[in-house]
């Protein structure tokens, strides 16, 4: 079997399978979505925990979101992607474990950043970083909106989002359940727990979930949460970085 390997060229991951080189963004995502074909999907399965092969149902799911996104120039969310293939959540775990975003989407060659968006990402580019201010709290939030400091985080800044992301009325218990949920995973793991784990944890389904937080996952609750693909808990930013925050 052909060696597959990630390597660090100028700043950008790269993807080698069947003698083809992919270039990766810094969340392990592809690059161009327009550099995506099968052998690249082939070839990733193994790292996303599929090790027998993609089967038929497999590629229903990376053809339904590769449609999507070339229809609507957007990464369908996970509520629609499920929709389309008549998949309970389950299902759709049992199909991709590593995740919505982070298996189904990445064999698709998709990565989303703002709104839903999927353009051609460069992981030499840096997000541009602006300012939310709320009274007299100000938060630094990303290009895409996600805030760059989860330790800046509070539930006023919960608030605001969700109203920014028309969840309408205040939020329920609900919403803070799932929302504490994901912040108290982050802080004792370090990881964002899937959609999968997130739903099992707070015992709800998808469509429960789609209700509650219409914009999607990454994009509703994950956002509202102050967290991010690329968010680091304070004991994992270095020393020198965290000197120079002082």
């Known amino acids: 079997m052909e060696s ?8 950008m991951q790269t993807f080698k ?47 339904s979101i590769r449609a ?23 299902e759709l775990e049992r199909l991709f474990p590593a995740g919505y975003l982070r298996g189904a989407c990445k064999l698709a060659g998709m990565s989303f950043k703002a709104a839903g968006i ?54 329920s218990e609900k919403h803070w359940q799932i929302i504490r949920y994901l912040r108290s995973e982050f802080e004792n793991k370090g990881e964002i727990p899937t959609v999968y784990e997130t739903c099992t944890a707070v015992g709800i389904d998808i469509g429960e979930l789609a209700e509650l937080f219409p914009s999607g996952y990454h994009r509703g609750v994950v956002k509202i949460a102050g967290l991010s693909l690329s968010a680091k808990t304070s004991r994992e930013v270095p020393a020198e970085a965290a000197s120079s925050m002082t």
């Open 118 to 171: 999927c353009t051609p990402l460069h992981g030499t580019l840096k997000s541009k970083v602006r300012r939310v201010t709320l009274d007299k709290r100000v938060y630094r939030v990303n290009v895409q909106g996600f805030l760059i400091d989860p330790g800046e985080w509070d539930e006023d800044y919960a608030s605001f989002k969700a109203r920014e992301l028309q969840i309408p009325g205040p939020l």
């Open 4 to 11: 597959k390997k990630c390597t660090q060229e100028a700043d």
């Open 17 to 63: 399978t069947k003698n083809k080189i992919y270039t990766l963004d810094d969340d392990g995502s592809l690059a161009n979505p327009s550099q995506w074909d099968e052998d690249f999907a082939e070839g990733m399965a193994p790292q996303l925990g599929i090790p027998g092969g993609l089967t038929s149902s497999h590629w229903n799911v990376l053809k």
């Open 68 to 90: 999507a996104y070339l229809e609507t120039g957007s990464c369908p969310i996970v509520y629609n992607t499920c929709h389309v293939n008549k998949l309970s959540l389950r």
